[in-house]
T-cell receptor, first 115, second 109 residues
Framework: DTAVSQTPKYLVTQMGNDKSIKCEQNLGHDTMYWYKQDSKKFLKIMFSYNNKELIINETVPNRFSPKSPDKAHLNLHINSLELGDSAVYFC??????????????FGDGTRLSIL | GNSVTQMEGPVTLSEEAFLTINCTYTATGYPSLFWYVQYPGEGLQLLLKATKADDKGSNKGFEATYRKETTSFHLEKGSVQVSDSAVYFCALMGGKLIFGQGTELSVKP
């Protein structure tokens, strides 16, 4: 009964490949997020969706494409993977949008390693 | 723009020592402030929050007070345990959640 679950937990792949990370939340939240955590633990938001609509789109290469089939799911597809994409990617969710100051609930992360 | 600055780690303490992790912020308006904790191999968990000036957030023995005059939200705990070893993130909400760089805490028995 994990609240925010991401799959896979680990992803090791070659440069140039295309991969997807899936995220699902069972908290009834209407807003979901993707964050990237680099090797120095620095966390930065990438995208946010509210009721399947994109509301935050930071300066992220267009090789990264989020998709939200419904408000409980937010997947992240990455094309033409590069060495610099190696990081831990976290999915999160909250009630309403970020401007409502509701705390965000995080998944356990997907550790992406590019060879 | 909005930003959060935390004291650099790692911080190493003995069990039962007093903990302070400094956090200062720059923001327009009066954002909500948060402390998140990340245990090894896990995602972030909300530790405590404060939504307006002079609010004190508290949880599991940790406390932080929203100080508008010093733009600070320092995290404190009177007596740390080995199980508190983790990375602690200060964050503010101003349209999006902005994190500090994280402070690693290691507590030795």
């Amino acid at each position: 009964d994990t609240a925010v679950s991401q799959t896979p937990k680990y992803l090791v792949t070659q440069m140039g490949n295309d991969k997807s990370i899936k995220c699902e939340q069972n908290l009834g939240h209407d807003t979901m997020y993707w964050y990237k955590q680099d090797s120095k633990k620095f966390l930065k938001i990438m995208f946010s969706y509210n009721n399947k609509e994109l509301i935050i789109n930071e300066t992220v290469p267009n090789r990264f494409s989020p998709k939200s089939p419904d408000k409980a799911h937010l997947n992240l597809h990455i094309n033409s993977l590069e060495l610099g994409d190696s990081a831990v990617y976290f999915c999160a969710s909250s009630h309403s949008g970020p401007e409502r100051n509701q705390p965000q609930h995080f998944g356990d992360g997907t550790r992406l390693s590019i060879l | 723009g909005n930003s959060v600055t935390q004291m650099e780690g790692p911080v190493t303490l003995s069990e039962e020592a007093f903990l302070t992790i400094n956090c200062t912020y720059t923001a327009t308006g009066y954002p909500s402030l948060f402390w998140y904790v990340q245990y090894p191999g896990e995602g972030l968990q909300l530790l405590l929050k404060a939504t307006k000036a002079d609010d004190k957030g508290s949880n599991k023995g940790f406390e932080a007070t929203y100080r508008k005059e010093t733009t600070s939200f320092h995290l404190e705990k009177g007596s740390v345990q080995v199980s508190d070893s983790a990375v602690y993130f200060c964050a503010l909400m101003g349209g999006k959640l902005i994190f500090g760089q994280g402070t690693e805490l290691s507590v030795k028995p």
